[in-house]
């Protein structure tokens, strides 16, 4: 169905993250209501489960159209490829210029279309296992030269393997949620033992993530080739860190406590239909992967990344920009090691990218490049400058993809760092 080129009846303004072509899904309420699942149309929120009360979606392919009054994604995406392809099409069909099921219906129109003003985004899925990953060259190259020298920057496994390591869900949360600073165990390079205390060197990590779309069996394994069929889509991910807490505690065993504080999604979900036309090569791998990592054609995205960070009642400055294709390792490689043991992954799962840094110093993805482990500071407006966040701090990340004819986006993953909880 070629539905690129097709205008929608709702007026949407040119640039626009979120065109009738784009269609992402997420999970909202308003005032007084439960939550429910809703698509992004312009500046308005589609309400799917009218849609479903009003029997749009009575179709074959949409086995349970009362997936669309749940409280997050997950029944949704259960149902499959079939339910998610249909569903766009029924949404692309209804909202197309020159329909008029819904404008002439004065009843059915306001209660299918909200602004976005109107409602509270919530986190679009219910996380069962979260895997960050650390698939950008340019960052793993970074940080160890920082910490380990320029001839030892890799690990010897970096480059036949996408090194990854089990987060902790529960403190996955929305975009627009604030973030505490955290406190834990630092130890100064000069100091004999270990200090109790606030974290000093907060970060942010730009990463995006992908959703699990089917379920694996424990003991069956994913080739790279076939991941696509289990990813239902996309997401903005910033992986907040303390660099301090980090740097002390991950010897032998990797982040614990320096991440597990707080990591901020994006609400809206991209699809990976919806990303289809952004299709791009990925660098070259050498040496070759092994043959279960061995990948698909165009296994990259041209999603193009910004961080902004937002001094309390100032300015926001945009300190980065980076773009998804630089990752080494790809999101099919990624789930195919993920599987390759045997472990089972569930609908809702989170495959996050780790940092996505660029080439240029001005594409680097977190705080601890971009300053250099603090050596450099770097601008913001109105006179200000960072080495690493400070209190008050909002940080907001943003992800679109354009070719010219076509642009859709992520929207925002933001959250704001407040003092250490109760101080």
């Not at 479903?52 to 994604?73: C, G, R, W």
């Not at 002390?248 to 994006?266: I, R």
């Not at 690493?388 to 943003?398: A, C, K, Y």
């Not at 642009?407 to 993953?413: T, V």
Request: charged share 25%; with cysteine.
């Amino acid at each position: 169905m070629n539905n690129k080129d097709q205008k929608s009846w709702i007026e949407i303004k040119q640039g626009s993250d979120f065109p009738l072509y784009n269609l992402p899904f997420g999970v909202f309420k308003t005032a007084g209501s439960e939550p429910r699942v809703g698509v992004a149309l312009g500046n308005n929120v589609i309400d799917l489960s009218v849609l479903a009360e009003q029997s749009f979606f009575d179709v074959q392919e949409i086995s349970d159209p009362t997936v669309f009054y749940e409280d997050n994604l997950n029944a949704f995406i259960e149902l499959g490829q079939p339910a998610w392809k249909k569903t766009r099409e029924i949404l692309i069909d209804l909202f197309s210029e020159g329909n008029d099921t819904i404008p002439g219906n004065e009843e059915l129109r306001p209660r299918v279309v909200l602004g976005m003003d109107e409602v509270e985004m919530l986190l679009p899925v219910r996380v069962g296992d979260y895997t960050d990953f650390y698939s950008s060259l340019e960052h793993a190259t970074n940080v160890g030269i920082m910490f380990r020298g320029k001839d030892n920057a890799l690990m010897p496994n970096w480059k036949h393997l996408p090194v990854g390591y089990h987060g902790r869900s529960g403190s996955i949360v929305v975009s627009g949620t604030d973030v505490h600073r955290p406190m834990g165990q630092t130890k100064a390079d000069d100091a004999s033992s270990p200090s109790y205390g606030p974290s000093r060197l907060m970060d942010f990590e730009l990463e995006m993530g992908f959703i699990v779309g089917k379920e694996t069996a424990l003991g069956e394994q994913v080739k790279a080739t076939e991941a696509e069929d289990y990813i239902f889509g996309m997401v903005l991910f910033n992986d907040w860190s303390a660099r301090d807490i980090q740097k002390w505690e991950y010897v032998p065993l990797g982040p614990f406590l320096g991440k597990n504080f707080g990591s901020t999604m994006s609400p809206w979900v991209v699809t990976m239909e919806a990303l289809e036309p952004f299709r791009v090569d990925g660098p070259a791998q050498d040496p070759k992967p092994l043959p279960y990592l061995e990948n698909v054609e165009k296994s990259h995205f041209d999603i193009a990344l910004e961080v902004a960070v937002q001094p309390e009642g100032k300015n926001e400055t945009v300190i980065s920009r980076s773009n998804f294709k630089h990752l080494y390792w790809s999101i099919h490689q990624q789930l195919a090691h993920q599987t390759v043991n045997g472990c089972n992954v569930r609908v809702g799962d989170l495959y996050a990218s780790g940092t996505i840094s660029g080439p240029t110093e001005d594409s680097f993805g977190s705080m601890l490049e971009l300053s250099w482990r603090g050596s450099k500071p770097i601008p913001l407006q109105d006179g200000d400058e960072r080495k690493f966040l400070q209190d008050g701090d909002t940080v907001i990340m943003r992800g679109s993809c354009s070719n010219g004819d076509l642009h859709i986006g992520f929207g925002e993953a933001k959250g704001k760092l407040l003092p250490v909880k109760g101080q």
